[in-house]
């Protein structure tokens, strides 16, 4: 797209010289800095779209879901480590605790995915919840409930980032 953009503008101004050379034979200086101004004025337009698109296109959004997949990925994976701890130890708070930094890094991941819709990203906050939320159950009895809806939300998750990119 860069390539582009200086390819355009090197069109541009040598369209604009020919212009104002072509108008100063037939009309006066001010007439024909008053062609040119509104000619460049139109190009900056449309050039300032294409470098809009460039910079906050499409791409920008894809981007920005593939980081974000890829982060609740590596949250997951940190969760199945910590629940084979669990498991292993029965400790609430070793599990919790070793989550706690994964868990606050991919809040700020997901606060900062602006091109993600604001109801997936609700839903995302919500499923992470499930891993390290305190609605676990009186003596936990809710947390293999909990971990096996966090599975099947994540799963959706994906498919609906799926469904975005393409």
């Avoid at 860069?2 to 009309?27: G, H, M």
């Avoid at 930094?101 to 997936?120: A, F, R, T």
């Avoid at 891993?131 to 939300?153: A, L, P, R, S, V």
Wanted: hydrophobic share 45%; net charge positive; proline share 1%.
């Amino acid at each position: 797209m860069n390539n582009f953009i200086k390819n355009s503008l090197l069109c541009i101004i040598i369209y604009l010289f020919f212009i104002f050379v072509f108008s100063l034979s037939f009309c006066n200086l001010e007439k024909s800095v008053n062609l040119v101004a509104i000619i460049v004025q139109s190009m900056a337009i449309i050039i300032g779209g294409f470098w809009a698109y460039d910079k906050f296109g499409w791409d920008k959004k894809c981007e920005n879901i593939i980081t974000l997949k890829a982060a609740l990925m590596e949250y997951r994976q940190k969760h199945n480590w910590a629940a084979m701890e669990y498991r292993k130890d029965s400790n609430i708070a070793n599990y919790k605790l070793s989550l706690m930094n994964s868990y606050n890094q991919l809040s700020k991941k997901i606060h900062l995915s602006y091109y993600v819709p604001k109801e997936l990203r609700a839903k995302i906050f919500n499923t992470i919840w499930l891993t390290i939320g305190n609605d676990t159950g009186k003596d936990f009895e809710k947390i293999d409930e909990n971990w096996i809806n966090f599975e099947k939300q994540l799963k959706e998750i994906y498919d609906e980032f799926d469904k975005i990119i393409s």
